[in-house]
């Protein structure tokens, strides 16, 4: 587990790669510790429970020009779980390629803080809900690009539940599927808000997202 400060510099996204060899989860970031990557690839975490790259409880986590991919969680958050009042800042970083049961790019629940500027969330699946995002957080996010991403049940591209709050601007959310399996059991092949959460959506485009085979 880290339990106090890190910091991690890399040479490049293309050149410096922390690799857990589809055999063990990345990092816990645990009580009020912060870990900071910068200019790197988190790739082919793996865990039995949730994170399958980053595990965040009670701590922050800052990821700044990395991609994040290949990583696998059985439950919730295949690059990245956050919870019990943790902060996830995620800036001009690509979390393409994960999966998880929900949220299999990334989870952040309540109370916690999720910031996303001038960031991808690519070709993430989930078996339940949220494909790319799952959140009850506090929500900054800004420039943010959801697309091709796979839920079985709701919210292909991303899954808003009550008490999220905050403001999505300038999002494009396209090319997503809820219910890929054809059960019948998705909605939102883009973004599902659930429970009425205050969260706010403006100035962005929503495009060519479905639910099942067929149908917006």
Do not use: Q, W
Request: aromatic share 4%.
């Amino acid at each position: 587990d880290l339990l106090k400060d890190v910091r991690i510099v890399g040479a490049g996204s293309d050149l410096t790669f922390l690799d857990g060899g589809n055999a063990a989860r990345l990092f816990n970031v645990s009580l009020g510790a912060h870990l900071e990557l910068v200019d790197l690839t988190a790739r082919n975490g793996a865990a039995p429970d949730t994170g399958g790259c980053f595990d965040v409880y009670a701590a922050d986590l800052t990821l700044n020009s990395c991609i994040v991919t290949g990583c696998t969680a059985l439950t919730s958050g295949g690059a990245i779980n956050a919870s019990d009042e943790s902060d996830v800042e995620v800036l001009r970083t690509m979390i393409a390629g994960n999966t998880a049961g929900s949220g299999g790019g990334l989870s952040v629940s309540s109370p916690g803080i999720l910031r996303m500027v001038n960031s991808a969330v690519i070709s993430n699946s989930a078996t339940g809900s949220g494909g790319g995002v799952m959140a009850t957080a506090a929500l900054e996010v800004t420039n943010l690009t959801v697309a091709g991403n796979a839920a079985s049940a709701h919210g292909g591209g991303m899954y808003i539940s009550a008490p999220a709050t905050g403001v999505l601007a300038n999002l494009t959310v396209a090319s997503n599927v809820a219910d890929f399996d054809n059960s019948g059991g998705g909605v939102g092949g883009g973004i599902r808000f659930d429970g009425a959460p205050a969260a706010i959506l403006r100035n962005s485009i929503i495009a060519d997202n479905r639910v099942g085979s067929t149908g917006l």
